[in-house]
Structures are given as C-alpha cells and as structure tokens.
T-cell receptor, first 109, second 118 residues
Framework: DQQVKQNSPSLSVQEGRISILNCDYTNSMFDYFLWYKKYPAEGPTFLISISSIKDKNEDGRFTVFLNKSAKHLSLHIVPSQPGDSAVYFCAASGNQFYFGTGTSLTVIP | GAVVSQHPSWVICKSGTSVKIECRSLDFQATTMFWYRQFPKQSLMLMATSNEGSKATYEQGVEKDKFLINHASLTLSTLTVTSAHPEDSSFYIC??????????????FGPGTRLTVL
C-alpha cells in the first residue's frame, strides 16, 4: 500500500499565480520529507526538504509546509513560472524512502 | 496501488565484495526500470535505464562493469555492485514504469536500499 500519496495527478496554474502541490502520508514515524522536481528523460532533482521538527521551510519561491497532525505536506510555488512545469514528487523517509506518484504541474504563460 | 519493492532494505558489506540489490514490481509489469543513487539532500542521480530483455543504458560517468544491471523479467531488475568500496556507500533507489492500457503510466519508486561498505 502507498505510504505516501499525491492524489492530484495533474495541476494547471496561470503564470504568476500560486501553485500548491499536496502530499499525504500514513506513517507517523517519518521524520524527514522531501520534494523533487522531474523533467522528462531526467532524474528527479532535489528541490526542498523539511524535518519533522519544523512546520515550514522556505527557499526562494518554494515553501514547504508540514502538518504532522494531519500527516500532510504541501509545496507552494510563488510566483509560478513556465519553467516550473514538471512532475513533482514528494517523498518521506524514516529508515527507507517512500515516494508519491507525482503531480504534473503545467504553468500556463 | 502499484507497488515496487527492493531487497534488501539495508546491507553492510566488506570492501571488495559484491552486493546484489533486487527491484520488483509487485502488481504490474514494467518493461522499463530505472536505477538511481541518492546522496544526502541531493538529487536522485540516474545511474541507468533497465529494459527487459536487453542491455541497460548507462548514464555518463557510471561504470557499467562496476554496476551490473540485469532485467531478466517484466517484474524484476537487479543491480549488482561489484568490488564495492566505501565510496559506493549510498542509497540506491529503483523505479518502474507501469504500462497501462498500451500507454506508459507513471514512475513508481521503490523504498531504496541503504548500502554501507566497510
């Protein structure tokens, strides 16, 4: 069974607006969470991470929020740019890595 | 949902020995599997693309004689790290592409194998 879920397979956002990508997990023992960005024919690129002791981590246009009680994390991209169009994977780790199935983001110019 | 497993989840070996890591798609067939290496807080580095019944395609800089890949069936790919050295210590993650209704679906990742070479 999937321990990390991304329930939206795709998302379209207008350039300049906010993109919000969501991720849910089931295992409360996960202590580290990551977001990756993947272009076609390339490996996933590390984007941003957050430890379970925090509830927010910001890096430029990218912010990750962690809600441990809801077992939910989200990635906010503000403002969205066409170059952000890619597949975004969330992952959680304890002793192993668990990846979501990805959300394909399309930023419309 | 689609599940990809890896075995073992953690292996410790002595320098100079070889280690085999298995990647299995449990409930779907995968003609294509990928092998990645994960360094802490870094991107997943694609090592090779494994196609069932044919030779793997290695990325530039990856030694094919050191990292042997075999995709013997539609549900199993193996990565063998030969003559392992401490610098090979890392997380190795596989993913499998699911074919669905004649189309390629998405990538499903395995949980990773932590290799520690003493």
């Amino acid at each position: 069974d999937q321990q990390v879920k991304q329930n939206s397979p795709s998302l379209s956002v207008q350039e300049g607006r906010i993109s919000i990508l969501n991720c849910d997990y089931t295992n409360s023992m996960f202590d580290y969470f990551l977001w990756y960005k993947k272009y076609p024919a390339e490996g996933p690129t590390f984007l941003i991470s957050i430890s379970s002791i925090k509830d927010k981590n910001e890096d430029g246009r990218f912010t990750v929020f962690l809600n441990k009680s809801a077992k939910h994390l989200s990635l906010h991209i503000v403002p969205s740019q066409p170059g952000d169009s890619a597949v975004y994977f969330c992952a959680a780790s304890g002793n192993q890595f668990y990846f979501g199935t990805g959300t394909s983001l399309t930023v419309i110019p | 949902g689609a599940v990809v497993s890896q075995h073992p989840s953690w292996v410790i070996c002595k320098s100079g020995t070889s280690v085999k890591i298995e990647c299995r798609s449990l409930d779907f067939q995968a003609t294509t599997m990928f092998w990645y290496r994960q360094f802490p807080k870094q991107s997943l580095m694609l090592m090779a693309t494994s196609n069932e019944g044919s030779k793997a395609t290695y990325e530039q800089g990856v030694e094919k004689d050191k990292f042997l890949i075999n995709h013997a069936s539609l549900t199993l790919s193996t990565l063998t790290v030969t003559s392992a050295h401490p610098e090979d210590s890392s997380f190795y993650i596989c993913s499998a592409m699911r074919q669905w209704g004649g189309r390629t679906d998405t990538q499903y990742f395995g949980p990773g194998t932590r290799l520690t070479v003493l």
